[in-house]
């Protein structure tokens, strides 16, 4: 019988990136043994292999890395009924450990005791087998291809960025970055039903992507442009209107500060990119004006079993 072999790409240390061959992992009861076929590269997976960490999430022993990642079943645990093997599978990267408050509550992001692929210590997919909580694998449909199974997870950030924002039928949207993460959240608020959506970012080429992605307006930022310019530009671009929902995708104190002043009264800035642990705000505006400050980490309940063809995954965007 042909040996399979299990080649990973493992993190050792920062800028200490090994390709090994690891044993084939054995599937628990409730789990399912994948054959990887694809995986994205995120953001974080460069930081970790550049940085060795990424806040307080420190390398401590090696590593697999990946996330996005979609792949097929090739064997599935005693206890597993709606997958076999042969089914091609969306890798939902967060599963939790414990039922505890948060579980019940349905926010099983929050949990702490979360495991997350590819963040220490918790190993990812960019190996060749691994195994998985069969109850957090979606089956593709046939139209449905394995790099865009991978691609759902940087999706499900954005639908749970939009939720978390409140977007609906008609609303203005300002995305601030656009990276991959802006660009999803482009899409996902235009199918959402944004009526306008403007974007902003430092890099020209990005924003003609966002152009081509079907932003309305796009801003040009400068570095030495203040966060009162941004949001009164911002006002000018819309026509003396002003954004619902704002949606910070840098990180960059300055999107942070131009995000509350650029968000009507009344409105939502969502923060998605992930800065310093300490920003200075204008506080007062945000509080004299309304504007709601919320937060999002990763995502919970994006892809769903059994809605569109019996035994396949669907990408919720809707409420
Ligand atoms: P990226 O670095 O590719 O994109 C960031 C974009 O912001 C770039 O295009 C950059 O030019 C732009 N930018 C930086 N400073 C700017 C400024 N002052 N003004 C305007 N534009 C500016 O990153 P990405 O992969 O798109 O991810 C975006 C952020 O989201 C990262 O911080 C990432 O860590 C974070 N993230 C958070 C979550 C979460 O759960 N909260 C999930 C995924 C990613
Ligand atoms: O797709 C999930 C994801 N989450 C990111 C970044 C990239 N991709 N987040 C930013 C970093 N945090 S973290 O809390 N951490 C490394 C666990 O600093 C998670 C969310
Ligand atoms: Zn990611």
Known sequence: MEQLENLSVVLHAKNDLRLEKRPIPEPGPKEVLLKIDSVGICGSDVHFWQDGRIGD???????????????????????????????????????????????????????????????????????????????????????????????????????????????????????????????????????????????????????????????????????????????QKVKQTLGGAMPDISIECTGAELCVQGGILATKSGGVLVLVGLGEPSANIPILDMLIREVDIRGVFRYCNTAIRNLIQPGTCAVLCCR
């Open 57 to 231: 999430f420190v390398l401590k022993k090696p590593m697999v890395l990946g996330h996005e990642a979609a792949g097929t079943i090739f064997r599935v645990g005693s206890a597993v009924h709606h997958l076999k093997a042969g089914d091609r599978v969306a890798i939902e990267p967060g599963t939790p450990r414990e039922i505890d408050e948060h579980c019940r509550s349905g926010r099983y992001n929050l949990s702490p005791t979360l495991f997350f692929s590819a963040t220490p210590p918790d190993d990812g997919n960019l190996c060749q087998y691994n195994t998985h909580d069969a109850n957090y694998c979606y089956k593709l449909p046939e139209s449905i291809s394995c790099e865009e199974g991978a691609l759902i997870e940087p999706l499900s950030v954005a639908i749970h960025a939009c939720r978390r924002g409140g977007v609906t039928i008609g609303s203005k949207v300002f995305i601030l970055g656009a990276g991959p993460i802006g660009l999803v959240n482009l899409l996902v608020s235009k199918s959402m039903g944004a009526s306008q959506i403007v974007i902003c970012d430092l890099s020209l080429k990005r924003l003609e992507k966002a152009k081509q992605m079907g932003a309305t307006f796009t801003i040009a930022v400068e570095k030495t442009m203040t966060p009162q310019e941004l949001g």
